[in-house]
């Protein structure tokens, strides 16, 4: 499974647009990019996952390089209902696998 | 629909005591994951059913750890003479497997605490 590196925190204010840069250089070719949101006492929770290129949903958009060995999340205009830590992975889909979960990007948002 | 439900959703118990925490996955799907979380840390991958495949055990950090699903539904982790380290957060995940890019649905976890 490809390792994922990410910023440990990152700090914005309301309005801003957030960008989680994630690192995978050895992602294989049937990983998918993967992300996911944890609120404090839940769990985590799908935003957006992508191939190539960019994929945009009400949430988020996920931006990824022809080359693919590294991905961005970008979080449009972020309240402070955005305070979360977002995850990054990269994931072999529809076979058996065991996602790997890093410490995440922990993302605070001030007022 | 029903997501993941995971009970219960705090457990506090005294050293060596036995604990079962449950899962009841998302109907119809046939992957199930276990993972641990301790306070400010990423996931701990536990264990790992498909179907009706061997598990995979290979997270489990001691043999005070087992669990089991039965009727490739609903799981149940036992942690046997639970120890302070246990304490944690225990997360269930399902996922449709062969369903291609098919994400992990969460519970909301039980929060254990050994005392």
């Known amino acids: 499974l490809a390792k994922t590196t990410q910023p440990i925190s990152m700090d914005s204010y309301e309005g801003q647009e957030v960008n989680i840069t994630c690192s995978h250089n050895?992602?294989?070719?049937?990983?998918?990019i993967t992300w996911y949101q944890q609120f404090p006492s839940q769990g985590p929770r799908f935003i957006i996952q992508?191939?190539?290129t960019k994929v945009t949903n009400e949430v988020a958009s996920l931006f990824i390089p022809a080359d693919r060995k590294s991905s961005t999340l970008s979080l449009p205009r972020v309240s402070l209902s955005d305070t979360a830590v977002y995850y990054c992975l990269a994931l072999l889909s529809g076979g058996s696998y065991i996602p790997t979960f890093g410490r995440g990007t922990s993302l605070i948002v001030h007022p | 629909g029903a997501g993941v439900s995971q009970s219960p959703s705090n457990k506090v118990t005294e050293k060596g005591k036995d604990v079962e925490l449950r899962c009841d996955p998302i109907s119809g799907h046939t992957a199930l994951y276990w993972y641990r979380q301790s306070l400010g840390q990423g996931l701990e991958f536990l264990i790992y059913f498909q179907g009706n495949s061997a598990p995979d055990k290979s997270g489990l950090p001691s043999d005070r750890f087992s669990a089991e699903r039965t009727g490739g539904s609903v799981s149940t982790l036992t942690i046997q003479r639970t120890q302070q380290e246990d304490s944690a957060v225990y997360l269930c995940a399902s996922r449709a497997r062969g369903v291609i890019d098919s994400p992990l649905h969460f519970g909301n976890g039980t929060r254990l605490t050994v005392t």
């Open positions: 992508g191939y190539k």
């Open positions: 050895n992602i294989a070719t049937n990983d998918y």
